[in-house]
């Protein structure tokens, strides 16, 4: 996946925060860095250090937050939904490469991940799935 998004100069990582960033803004809301590590099962110094990259490409912005001082909130910039949208065909031609039709909504596959995740120990640190 960093191989054939490297065209639209992202990785797998800045592709997948950057998608996480603009699925949570759609309602016109940001969100902050400890949600974006939450949902994605990412570790918040990952998060962290993609958004600055991604923040000096110019694709995201990030603000202190009003309600929490300690807490930034990021934003999808125009820049940043125009190689989204650049980079969204991509992978998923690539998921559909590896995974086939099993692989699609609703497929087998993600239907098996969700029925294991689901079915792993509470004690197992498991991320949160959004879907």
Do not use: Y
């Amino acid at each position: 996946m960093d191989r054939v998004l490297a065209a639209v100069d992202l990785t797998h990582l800045q592709f997948t925060l950057l998608a996480l960033v603009a699925w949570f803004g759609r309602s016109g809301e940001a969100v902050t860095q400890i949600e974006l590590a939450r949902s994605g099962g990412i570790q918040p110094m990952q998060v962290s250090q993609t958004i600055r990259v991604l923040e000096s490409k110019k694709l995201l912005s990030r603000t202190r937050s009003c309600t929490d001082t300690r807490a930034k909130q990021v934003e999808v910039t125009r820049a940043g939904l125009k190689s989204l949208r650049n980079a969204m065909p991509i992978a998923i031609e690539i998921q559909r490469k590896l995974f086939g039709e099993r692989g699609q909504p609703g497929g087998v596959l993600l239907k098996t991940l969700l029925q294991v995740h689901r079915n792993m120990p509470e004690e197992a640190e498991r991320p949160r799935l959004v879907l």
